[in-house]
């Protein structure tokens, strides 16, 4: 079964510092890839999504992630995050040989100290 | 603005009752899913619908069905709540085969 693989359960960072979140599935075909973002209190938000072409692809608020296709990864990246960003973060994958089920890692909680 | 609307925000309800979760988008999607959302576990797919009156079941169908009679319409049903099924439900809606799916805001139902 598709499945998506989360690696940090809860990351702490300082202000200004560099993030990278990864994130694996497990579907060997075609794929959409996705980085939703929950602030506190607030509904799901797409941060960014790959469908094709650029492995790198570039979200709001700065955020980036890299398809790497023979690593099945997708890892989200910022270079200097802000208080602002504390957040989860959930990966998810949908395989386009299915109507379009998105799969969602468990979330990876970001806390930023200011 | 987009929008997918979930018709009550906080439910408390009690054991053994039927419960209904209605969901409404307006963007036309084909795809709709119902998640439900506990901490540690993220988010996991109850069912899914690609089509008017077609579902598919995500990785925890049991204890729900699901009921889509329009496009813009997707309802939970919980036959007999029971207290491990309180959680955050949110509703999602996409166009197929593109994810990209736009959330509601979820309704977080308790069962005593």
């Known amino acids: 079964a598709q499945s998506v693989s989360q690696h940090n359960h809860h990351v702490i960072l300082s202000e200004a510092a560099s993030l990278e979140l990864g994130c694996n599935y497990s579907?060997?075909?075609?794929?959409?890839l996705f980085w939703y973002v929950q602030y506190p209190g607030q509904h799901l938000q797409l941060l960014l999504k790959y469908f094709s072409g650029d492995p790198l692809v570039k979200g709001i608020k700065g955020f980036e992630a890299e398809f790497i296709k023979s690593k099945f990864s997708f890892n989200l990246r910022k270079p200097s995050v802000q208080w602002s960003d504390t957040a989860e973060y959930f990966c998810?994958?949908?395989?386009?040989?299915?109507?379009?089920?998105?799969?969602f890692g468990k979330g990876t909680k970001l806390s930023v100290k200011p | 603005d987009v929008k997918v609307t979930q018709s009550s925000r906080y439910l408390v309800k009690r054991t053994g009752e039927k419960v209904f979760l209605e969901c409404v988008q307006d963007?036309?999607?084909?795809?709709m899913f119902w998640y439900r959302q506990d901490p540690g576990l993220g988010l996991r797919l109850i069912y899914f619908?690609?089509?008017?009156?077609?579902?598919e079941k995500g990785d925890i169908p049991e204890g729900y069905s699901v009921s889509r009679e329009k496009k813009e319409r997707f309802s939970l049903i919980l036959e007999s709540a029971s207290t491990n099924q309180t959680s955050m439900y949110l509703c999602a809606s996409s166009r197929q085969r593109q994810g990209g799916a736009f959330f509601g805001q979820g309704t977080r139902l308790t069962v005593v």
């Open positions: 579907y060997g075909g075609t794929v959409n």
């Open positions: 998810a994958v949908n395989n386009l040989g299915s109507q379009g089920n998105l799969i």
């Open positions: 963007m036309d999607h084909e795809n």
């Open positions: 619908s690609y089509d008017v009156k077609m579902k």
